[in-house]
């Protein structure tokens, strides 16, 4: 494992493209692809000092494309991010329900139904529009469960290919 000393995540710490291993002064390791410019690029794994991990792909040093971020509670939401937010179509899960559907700048903003483990859908129904995490009117959401299982499955794929790089 090579060692990188930063003050901040985000500091270019490689300047040669391709795989490397680097351990962070703070705890954190990242392991998987690089771009020229010394950010993360490509599929990576991307272990946090709190036992949070994301895996899946980077761009320009963030998590962006598809992935898998799993909290150490063992909460975890598999699908799209965009600047290392959830964004687009994804599943999120914890404890006993499951959110399917659309995210906005990390939160869960659009389309989308909530299942709890009883596989009920809550009083009143938990599906239609949320806004702030909230649902704001009700309705089917077929269309935007079916895209959210989609991103789940990539973000999946992506997430075992990240874990099988090697040097």
């Given at each position: 494992v090579r060692t990188a000393s930063h003050q901040r995540r985000g500091v270019n710490t490689m300047s040669a493209e391709g795989y490397h291993a680097v351990k962070y002064e703070d705890g954190d390791e990242y392991k998987g692809q690089w771009n020229g410019e010394g950010k993360r690029h490509g599929l990576g794994v991307l272990k946090f000092a709190d036992g949070t991990e994301y895996s899946g792909d980077f761009?320009?040093?963030?998590?962006?494309?598809?992935?898998?971020?799993?909290?150490?509670?063992?909460?975890?939401?598999?699908?799209?991010?965009?600047?290392?937010?959830?964004?687009?179509?994804?599943?999120?899960?914890k404890d006993e329900m499951k959110y399917e559907g659309e995210f906005k700048d990390g939160k869960v903003d659009g389309s989308g139904k909530i299942t709890f483990k009883d596989k009920t859908n809550g009083r009143p129904r938990q599906e239609g529009t949320f806004q702030n995490r909230m649902l704001?009117?009700?309705?089917?959401?077929?269309?935007?469960?079916?895209?959210?299982?989609?991103?789940?499955?990539?973000?999946?794929?992506?997430?075992?290919?990240?874990?099988?790089?090697?040097?």
């Amino acid at each position: 494992v090579r060692t990188a000393s930063h003050q901040r995540r985000g500091v270019n710490t490689m300047s040669a493209e391709g795989y490397h291993a680097v351990k962070y002064e703070d705890g954190d390791e990242y392991k998987g692809q690089w771009n020229g410019e010394g950010k993360r690029h490509g599929l990576g794994v991307l272990k946090f000092a709190d036992g949070t991990e994301y895996s899946g792909d980077f761009e320009q040093g963030m998590n962006h494309g598809h992935g898998v971020l799993t909290f150490v509670d063992r909460s975890c939401y598999a699908g799209e991010f965009k600047d290392g937010k959830y964004d687009g179509h994804g599943v999120f899960s914890k404890d006993e329900m499951k959110y399917e559907g659309e995210f906005k700048d990390g939160k869960v903003d659009g389309s989308g139904k909530i299942t709890f483990k009883d596989k009920t859908n809550g009083r009143p129904r938990q599906e239609g529009t949320f806004q702030n995490r909230m649902l704001k009117t009700g309705g089917k959401q077929q269309a935007a469960v079916n895209l959210a299982k989609e991103a789940e499955s990539t973000a999946t794929e992506k997430a075992n290919k990240a874990k099988e790089l090697k040097a």
